[in-house]
């Protein structure tokens, strides 16, 4: 039985990305989790006590209220079958609230929409998002774009430098998605010039086409572009990638992209969904004319 969170704020976006994993998961048996949190607004001084108090009754109602309407929503579109669903409603900060709902519900994944109820449209993925990522390292985040319409995962991308060893477990959440939909790995290492692997990098690209023995995979080589991010937003779209796949943990693509000064400007944007996965010792277990130059194993 999986476990799976839906942290939500009420919003469309939000509602796309639990519409998105019920789709996902829609023939295994799953207890989804719908979190919502709330807080009031900061008092300037001790007089502003009482109207805290209201805030926080105010927004207690609105939280459990907003919960009630979503499994009703879900219910009339897309009835129970072997799905549950419990919901959480917290006074609490929304990373906090979720690192304490995967130790205590022992989730499997969290999924998350890439903005809010405010919109941005300039800030990458999203505040809330981007919190969930660099605060959520013990448990697998999916990342669902704004406007994005399930699509069965045939094209995975899984993109890595092979810098780093892979354990079985970390590699389970992206392998368990390829078996489930019969899906196609794509292994993409992008490269700053064109080279070939070190001793390390080639054991790791061994080890790694080991695990997903299963799993049909080819190995992708491709020229950096502006940036990563660039880069893979034109390899997934050349390639008609319905789900990109990274490991998260120190000098990682994600975290590179995370710096990159392009984010903000360029907005790399998730266009497809994300699967950021924690490594093991944190986790339970383009313009459209852009071209890249790409082999392949």
Not at 13 to 32: D, G, T
């Amino acid at each position: 039985m999986r476990n799976i969170l839906l942290p939500t704020d009420f919003s469309e976006n939000a509602w796309n990305a639990i519409s998105y994993a019920i789709k996902l998961f829609k023939e295994e048996e799953c207890v989804f989790h719908l979190l919502n949190t709330y807080t009031p607004a900061i008092a300037s001084n001790r007089f502003m006590a009482s109207s805290i108090n209201e805030n926080i009754l105010n927004g207690e109602s609105y939280s459990k209220n907003g919960l009630k309407r979503t499994i009703e929503r879900i219910t009339n579109k897309f009835g129970i079958n072997s799905h549950r669903f419990k919901t959480h409603s917290s006074f609490s900060l929304l990373v906090d609230q979720i690192k304490e709902l995967v130790q205590n519900e022992d989730i499997d994944i969290v999924v998350t929409g890439t903005k809010g109820a405010s919109g941005l449209k300039e800030v990458f993925m999203g505040n809330n998002t981007v919190r969930i990522l660099k605060g959520i390292r013990d448990c697998p985040v999916l990342v669902i774009p704004q406007y994005f319409d399930f699509t069965n995962l045939k094209e995975i991308a899984f993109a890595t430098d092979f810098n780093r060893f892979y354990t079985k477990s970390e590699l389970r959440p992206l392998k368990d998605l390829a078996i489930i939909f019969n899906a196609t790995v794509r292994i993409v290492h992008v490269q700053h010039e064109i080279k070939t692997l070190s001793e390390l990098q080639q054991f790791n690209l061994d080890m790694l086409r080991k695990y997903l023995d299963e799993v049909e995979h080819f190995v992708h080589t491709v020229s950096e572009l502006n940036s990563i991010s660039q880069t893979l937003r034109v390899f997934t779209n050349e390639l008609d990638i319905h789900l990109l796949a990274m490991l998260n943990y120190q000098h990682s693509y994600m975290e590179k992209i995370t710096r990159e000064p392009v984010v903000k400007s360029l907005t790399f944007h998730t266009q497809i969904p994300l699967l950021i996965i924690p490594e093991l010792g944190m986790s339970k277990t383009m313009k459209s004319n852009d071209k890249v130059s790409v082999s392949s194993v």
